[in-house]
């Protein structure tokens, strides 16, 4: 998927990694018995399939999901581009695609910048503008000089003034 991406092919490195991610899964899909008889067959003892929380397929799918989250995210900002109803459909199921592996990476890593901050940018297109805001602050508190994430700090924290302000305003009319 990594090297169809680089070269622009956005959709089909969605397709697989997305398929990486299902062939990842099937490891949690065995039950410890069945993880048991394929080492033995194997000719092995023990431990030796990844087992969730293993570092090493944690790796994996933390991988993935940021991926995915990525490629999803450029789906989107292409499909934004376009008019109609039907784009702006589109992008909002690829935005919460982004969301989704967001979630699923963070929940692998709860630290991990590059999720916040992806979330974050999906959350803001979706005009969840405090929950990106939320988002964009627990990253900047991981990486406070990460140019990008001041750029989108500053950009949601401008976009929540602007909210307030019009509500006060909307309030004032209706009340008096």
Request: with cysteine; net charge positive.
């Amino acid at each position: 998927g990594n090297d169809l991406f680089k070269h622009g092919n956005t959709a089909p490195a969605v397709q697989r990694w997305q398929k990486a991610l299902q062939h990842c899964g099937k490891f949690f899909d065995l039950s410890e018995d069945e993880k048991n008889e394929v080492d033995s067959r194997n000719g092995r003892q023990g431990c030796s399939l990844p087992r969730h929380g293993t570092t090493q397929v944690d790796a994996t799918a933390l991988s993935l999901h940021l991926n995915l989250a990525m490629g999803h995210l450029k789906l989107a900002e292409a499909e934004l581009k376009k008019e109609g109803i039907v784009a702006r459909d589109a992008a909002e199921q690829h935005l919460n695609k982004v969301k989704s592996n967001c979630s699923s990476a963070l929940e692998i890593d709860g630290a991990c910048v590059k999720a916040l901050f992806r979330r974050a940018s999906a959350l803001e297109k979706l005009k969840d503008i405090d929950e990106a805001f939320k988002d964009c602050k627990r990253a900047l508190d991981i990486e406070p000089d990460d140019k990008m994430i001041i750029n989108l700090y500053n950009r949601l924290k401008k976009a929540r003034t602007a909210r307030i302000e019009k509500e006060k305003n909307f309030a004032k009319r209706m009340f008096g």
